[in-house]
Nanobody
Framework: QVQLAESGGGSVQAGGSLRLSCAVS??????MGWFRQAPGKEREGVAT????????YYADSVKGRFTISEDNAKNTLYLQMNSLKPEDSAMYYC?????????????????????WGQGTRVTVSS
């Protein structure tokens, strides 16, 4: 059974950092990603990684501040978030099993991913 379990969310002041983790059980995936959804807004792609040393893609709004990475031995995906802004506040979701990169508008849309975690909340105060 596939399970994606996010952790690491919390409350932080603007300019601070958080690292989100996504523990994956049941399978190793070709690609994984992070999405976020703020209240009243659509879920949006934040970052996508093709595993095993493959390419990474970021939303323009987080480039230079967020870093997606993986630990193959632990089958865990990470999102290091630095220089956080109040507009980064959202529920963050880990997702897995995405389409080929040439078929996606990076960092991908929710419809491009097959499996989802339950989310972890990030709140950034000004």
């Amino acid at each position: 059974q596939v399970q994606l379990a996010e952790s690491g969310g919390g409350s932080v002041q603007a300019g601070g950092s958080l690292r989100l983790s996504c523990a994956v059980s049941g399978h190793k995936y070709y690609c994984m990603g992070w999405f976020r959804q703020a209240p009243g807004k659509e879920r949006e792609g934040v970052a996508t990684l093709y595993t095993g040393g493959g390419s990474t893609y970021y939303a323009d709004s987080v480039k230079g501040r967020f870093t997606i990475s993986e630990d193959n031995a632990k089958n865990t995906l990470y999102l290091q978030m630095n220089s956080l802004k109040p507009e980064d506040s959202a529920m963050y979701y880990c997702a897995a099993q995405c389409n080929r990169p040439d078929s996606m508008v990076m960092p991908g849309a929710p419809v491009d991913f097959g499996y989802w975690g339950q989310g972890t909340r990030v709140t950034v105060s000004s």
